[in-house]
């Protein structure tokens, strides 16, 4: 009967790292390649922000699907409205001018089962290299 329990006890501690292993693949991740100083950063991203971004995306094999370096014109998007993934809206929030990060997006914060054909196949894990260059945040009321 023990031996029965113990068993128990160790397949359930196992689907429990699975599971756990299982959700750290789906959650975004943030890496921080280059830190601009506090005393350096003059304005943060946030929501509602107008960014001006370089970037260049790739798939977990290192296949490169875009990249904004060899057009030598920055990306421009406003942060959090939809104009961009899901993976961009969250990643790129709270950043200086001149920071670089890595993010690591899981698919359903991407382009989801569907992909965007024919260069990101649907399920695809996407890492983008970003750099932002400018921040234009409109003056409040």
Request: aromatic share 6%; glycine share 10%.
């Amino acid at each position: 009967m023990r031996s029965i329990a113990v068993a128990l006890a160790v397949l359930c501690l196992a689907f429990c790292a699975l599971d756990f292993a299982s959700a750290a693949k789906k959650s975004l991740r943030i890496g921080v390649k280059k830190r601009i100083a506090e005393a350096e950063c003059k304005i943060k991203s946030r929501k509602g922000d107008s960014l001006s971004m370089h970037y260049t995306g790739t798939l977990e094999d290192g296949t490169e699907f875009d990249s904004s370096i060899p057009r030598g014109d920055p990306f421009v998007f406003t942060l959090g409205s939809g104009q961009v993934i899901k993976g961009w809206d969250q990643g790129l929030l709270s950043m200086c001018e001149g920071e670089k990060r890595r993010l690591v997006i899981p698919s359903d914060l991407g382009y989801g089962d569907r992909g965007s054909p024919p260069k990101i196949p649907g399920g695809s894990t996407l890492i983008f290299e970003v750099e932002l260059i400018h921040i234009n945040r409109k003056t409040e009321l």
